[in-house]
């Protein structure tokens, strides 16, 4: 049961949330998807609270309030911003948040069965990586022919980096509460609009509306977890 939970923690994560994920770059942005995806954060709340019988305060709710404000200063750029991106676009990562959230759930119903972080982590990639070897030949993108060395070089380094934080994050979420660190773990964003500002200030606005945004939810985030 513990290896069949991990197997779909991989297919709701790793698979489908990841691959809408960079989707939702392309057609939001880095920085305003990856707020919206923030908004996860209520949907795990709700499994761990209704599902998992995990405790809900006042700062939860405070803290859900703040999130929630954040994602509609972001959603709501103004008219220059509305004629370029649709509003249809930012349901791509409202789904990357639900099927996170998802994940999250299908996570703890592993622990619970077989409380270890690292098979966690092999199952739940391995079965991602298997989908994602059968998607392949029915996408668009194919395999490229010729491969340059630093877009190789700065894909593996993404990977490492991702599988040290998977490590990290799950043994987390074996030891902790959901509502406790999932929002934690969704500071982050803070980092990523920094980063957006940095290396992609011709592609990516960052306006006051998108930072106030991700100020909210990072204080959302602190509420909840205080």
Known sequence: MGVFWFAVVGFSSSFVARYLSF????????????????????????????????????????GTLFIMIGSILLVSE?????????????LVPVAVAFFLALSH???KLGFFWLPSASVGMVVSTSTALLLMLLVLPFTNE?????????????????GISNALAAVFFLSAVKNGRLVEVIPI????????????????????????RVVTGGILSVLGAWLIVS
């Open 23 to 62: 989707i939702s770059i392309n057609l939001v942005g880095l920085a305003r998807g990856s707020i919206i995806i923030q908004t996860s954060l209520i949907w795990s709340a709700m499994f761990a609270v209704f599902i998992l019988g995990e405790e809900f305060s006042w700062e939860v709710g405070a």
């Open 78 to 90: 103004g008219s220059k911003v509305q004629k370029s991106i649709s509003l249809h676009y930012y």
């Open 105 to 107: 759930f299908f996570l």
């Open 142 to 158: 194919g395999i490229p022919r010729s491969l340059k060395l630093r877009p190789i070089f700065i894909v593996v380094l993404g």
């Open 185 to 208: 773990n969704r500071i982050s964003v803070m980092i990523i609009i920094f980063f957006s500002w940095v290396f992609f200030r011709n592609q990516e606005a960052i306006s006051i």
